[in-house]
């Protein structure tokens, strides 16, 4: 067997491009009166975990295991941590990594730029025309009342994607929240299950959550005049 007990990636390791965009999108939602209001305006520490099961198996010691008959498994696991900017009034977004890299996202150029240490572009990605989306929860998620995610207090918010006709869950989304207004996310968990088979899913975990407007040098894009769009774009 080839297991995976737990493998990291480094931002240097993966493409940053598009990374903010990914962790946000999940969030990104229209406000209802039943579900907690964010501000659109925010800082915080971010950790997102993926992991993706084809064709693994449990050995029953917690490993998920690739059998070497099944050439085609695949478990892979990724870590990526940042600081992350959100500013909706403004149509910025920014991703700080412990490089000092980072990925800044200007809607009002419809670009996504890929910055040094120094602030510096070493490339861009077209955005696709879509404007910047308010941060929230979908506004028919189910409140599931007070719920401990890693021993924080929470309100939990689940919702389910369904199959058409079959009505088989395809996958489900958990919110662990606090507050109401101007709330506090804690983490937003996906699982992946189609047609009940388990393929994995992400976790986004929340820290160090300030309300505000963040300085406005942290979307500051150095040399775009002279900077080239990137091969990986997509």
């Known amino acids: 067997l080839i297991c995976c007990h737990l493998c990291c990636r480094s931002p240097a390791n993966v493409s940053n491009m598009r990374v903010l965009s990914v962790i946000l999108a999940a969030a990104a939602a229209v406000a209802s009166a039943t579900v907690p209001t964010f501000s659109q305006q925010w800082s915080a520490a971010i950790v997102q975990h993926t992991a993706t099961n084809q064709g693994g198996q449990n050995d029953g010691k917690g490993n998920i295991c690739c059998p070497y008959a099944s050439p085609q498994c695949k478990i892979q696991t990724q870590y990526l941590a940042s600081k992350q900017y959100f500013d909706l009034p403004n149509n910025r977004s920014a991703a700080f990594y412990s490089d000092g890299t980072a990925v800044i996202t200007l809607f009002s150029d419809q670009k ?12 861009y990605c077209p955005l696709p025309g879509y404007p910047m989306q308010p941060f929230g929860i979908p506004s028919d998620a189910n409140d599931k009342g007070p719920e401990k995610y890693n021993g924080q207090d929470a309100e ?5 994607t369904e199959f058409p006709v079959l009505n088989v869950t395809m996958s489900t989304m958990s919110f662990y929240v606090n507050g109401k207004t101007n709330a506090a996310p804690v983490a937003f968990v996906q699982q992946l299950t189609p047609f009940g088979q388990p393929l994995g899913g992400s976790t986004t975990m929340f820290s160090d959550w300030a309300n505000g407007a963040p300085d406005a040098s942290r979307f500051v894009v150095n040399g775009k005049a002279q900077c080239q769009e990137a091969q990986n774009c997509g």
């Open 112 to 123: 996504e730029y890929e910055v040094n240490s120094q602030g510096v572009c070493q490339s």
């Open 156 to 160: 939990l918010f689940t919702t389910t």
